[in-house]
């Protein structure tokens, strides 16, 4: 049995936004009791992450390491058309996530406690970005 | 078919720590002939890593590099309650895997001659560790 | 419904080498509609990316980034038997990825307007890799 939605997410610029609540709530009405959840962000200059979701500082924190990985301000970039914050989306995109794989359970996600799944902005600006949620698995 | 397994496992604090047998055991046992193994670990300061599994100097190699990509020592960090070695590993599990998927061929994992499957773990002390092991495929 | 092809791809050196097209000929002859195609590297020296396919910059900033965040002339490196772009390999694979999971619809790889599927050789000279594409979900 194979049940997919969309996801559309309007982000306020760089930084984590967590989307566990409407991904489980996919899982939720698809009715499937087992298997697997496939999400999957279709940009290269946003990604996805499964990282702490309790104390708002680690976030920060990963938001800001990440900053300092893939600075805006590297001399080496050549692809720079497109802004300052471009050519740094794609490398954190790189070292992050296009698709995650979390098991489905009862109906449910599995998580660990203070597992989170977060989108990822790496761009400056606002931007409108779509994600792909499809569930695999057994209704009983 | 699905076939589903969990792996309890104590770590010894900071370092790799081989799981290829288990999950090849768990994908045997499961009669699962053809089709997709998804390992999951259930934490944000502990992660999955597929690696090379020959020379122990290539693994030693690999956990003094994340140690110098996201070092303890960083002023930057605002999350330093649960200790100085809780932000870094938040920031190593971002940049390896949470998820990974293996091919299952002829009843049994699918891996390069030197490709190993590691759990990561990333906090100085021992830990409890938990994982799932999904098998998702046809059984002839 | 599960189909599997191999891909052997000759390298020529260090950097991106874009497979979409492969993979999505695969897909096409796999017959399969709706499901999920699981890509996978059988090395721990070479690893898969998502990245942009429009700009030739882009992917020229992305292999600088790599050499530059893993170096070949780290010296505390003790992995060197096999040459000094060995670590860096492995390294460089740590952080991208050994298996990208697309979700397939209507017959054809569903990706982003500017995402492509490359595979990355993180080693200086030529080599030959092996690469795994499984597609498994429903005909119709």
Known sequence: MIRTRSIELETRGKGLTEIT???R???RESGIRTGLCSVFVLHTSASL???E?????ARQDVEGWFERLAP????HYTHVLEGPDD???HLRSAVTRTSETIHVDDGDLTLGTWQGLFLFEHRRHPHLRRLRVRVMGELE
Not at 53 to 57: G, I, K, R, T, V
Request: aromatic fraction near 0%; proline fraction near 14%; hydrophobic fraction near 35%.
């Open 53 to 57: 979701n309790a104390d708002p500082s």
């Open 72 to 75: 805006e301000s590297d001399p």
């Open 21 to 23: 609540g409407e991904v």
């Open 49 to 51: 992450l499964i990282t």
């Open 87 to 89: 050519m740094p989306s």
């Open 25 to 27: 709530e996919i899982v």
